[in-house]
T-cell receptor, first 114, second 117 residues
């Protein structure tokens, strides 16, 4: 079992659909993150959750709505997306205030908006 | 503002060649951490190394070595005797060490490394 698991691995959705991405970490971490990886662009941090509280939103459009019900689970709710939102969405987790650990990433959800 | 630049978009080598991936960064923080991650075709980012800005010692781990030079704001990564399994996208990343966690990273654009047999 990998440390950070993302489902689904692939998702194709229409612009009028509503879907959700799920991330689960089994590492006992207390911080979780959503990153977006578009073609030919650096990974972009979208949201940060520390102890289930959202601490950062990097000017992400409201059609992306995160949810963190507990320290182990993170969701990204999607609605009325645009084709330019097609990307690999990566979830990560880390331990807040631990100076001897790094962030662990999931394998990502490859999203295609048609 | 922080910025990480990986000037090499793609590198292609033949197996057993040595290859160096360049990383240059900009930050106003006096203390920070630098990272290298590997992204194989499966998608997940695999952690390779973390380096504190106070520690300029070079590090070697098997075929991997890292050269951190604070004077030139560079943190280069060398693979010795490359292998086909090294083919992946490699990312350099930066985070301030005064932050509370290592997940809030500024990434470079990535370097696609292809090792041919």
């Amino acid at each position: 079992e990998t440390g950070v698991t993302q489902t689904p691995r692939h998702l194709v959705m229409g612009m009028t659909n509503k879907k959700s991405l799920k991330c689960e970490q089994h590492l006992g971490h207390n911080a979780m993150y959503w990153y977006k990886q578009s073609a030919k662009k650096p990974l972009e941090l979208m949201f940060v959750y520390n102890f289930k509280e959202q601490t950062e939103n990097n000017s992400v459009p409201s059609r992306f709505s995160p949810e963190c019900p507990n320290s182990s689970h993170l969701f990204l709710h999607l609605h009325t997306l645009q084709p330019e939102d097609s990307a690999l969405y990566l979830c990560a987790s880390s331990q807040v205030r631990r100076l001897d650990t790094e962030a662990f990433f999931g394998q990502g959800t490859r999203l295609t908006v048609v | 503002a922080q910025k990480v630049t990986q000037a090499q978009t793609e590198i292609s080598v033949v197996e057993k060649e040595d290859v160096t991936l360049d990383c240059v960064y900009e930050t106003r923080d006096t203390t920070y951490y630098l990272f290298w991650y590997k992204q194989p075709p499966s998608g997940e980012l695999v952690f390779l190394i973390r380096r504190n800005s106070f520690d300029e010692q070079n590090e070697i781990s098997g075929r991997y070595s890292w050269n951190f030079q604070k004077s030139t704001s560079s943190f280069n990564f060398t693979i010795t005797a490359s292998q086909v399994v090294d083919s992946a996208v490699y990312f350099c990343a930066l985070t301030p060490s005064l932050g509370t966690s290592y997940g809030k990273l500024t990434f470079g654009q990535g370097t696609i490394l292809t090792v041919h047999p």
